[in-house]
């Protein structure tokens, strides 16, 4: 039993050291047009991630997450990298949401040591939301054209596996209004009801 202990508290101080739990706190409330800088991170291709602070603008009356999410779309398609795989068509679906709530962002690589240089690719790239305002909102288009387009408002939840595209948090976890833009291999919603 003291074994078991021990392994299981090495791994959750290996999982803990080798990515930030939370990061980037973003207020909501926005009662007049207004300008928040936000941590967004890029999970690429190649299993990498790339943080990038930008400037959002909110215009009044807008939701925080919906500016969030609508930057994450335009850094999706400003990207060539993206566009790679977007051209590809690999029976990949196109994934826009942002809302108030729990957000989990699971990279592909949960242990790395940069000194060395090394990643240890566990996963592919795992994103859960649950949703817990009105204004949330999730489009789920699927690129081959086969099933159209399906959408999500108000309280919901959202897995996305295979995730490769732009997030509004940096770190595993964010309990702030944020949003994202990105492909996916498989998409799954539910409004819980």
């Not at 939370?22 to 999970?43: K, L, N, S, Y």
């Not at 068509?89 to 990279?107: K, R, T, W």
Request: aromatic residues 8%; charged residues 15%.
């Amino acid at each position: 039993m003291y074994k078991k202990t021990l392994s299981l508290a090495v791994a959750a101080c290996l999982v803990f050291m080798a990515a930030p739990l939370i990061e980037g706190a973003q207020e909501p409330d926005m009662e007049d047009g207004t300008e928040r800088t936000v941590t967004f991170a890029r999970c690429l291709p190649d299993g990498t991630v790339e943080q990038v602070r930008e400037t959002v603008h909110v215009a009044a009356g807008e939701e925080l997450s919906s500016a969030i999410a609508e930057r994450c779309t335009t850094l999706l398609m400003e990207d060539a990298r993206f566009q790679q795989v977007m051209e590809q068509q690999l029976g990949l679906y196109l994934i826009v949401s942002g809302g108030d709530g729990f957000h989990m962002a699971l990279p592909p690589a949960l242990l790395e040591i940069p000194l060395m240089r090394l990643s240890f690719n566990l996963l592919p790239s795992i994103i859960y939301c649950s949703y817990s305002d009105d204004e949330a909102s999730t489009t789920i288009t699927s690129l081959t054209g086969g099933d159209g387009i399906t959408s999500y408002d108000g309280p919901h939840k959202v897995l996305a596996a295979g995730f490769v595209g732009v997030i509004g948090w940096s770190g595993v976890f964010s309990f702030q209004s944020t949003g994202y833009a990105g492909l996916t291999l498989y998409a799954w919603a539910s409004t819980g009801s």
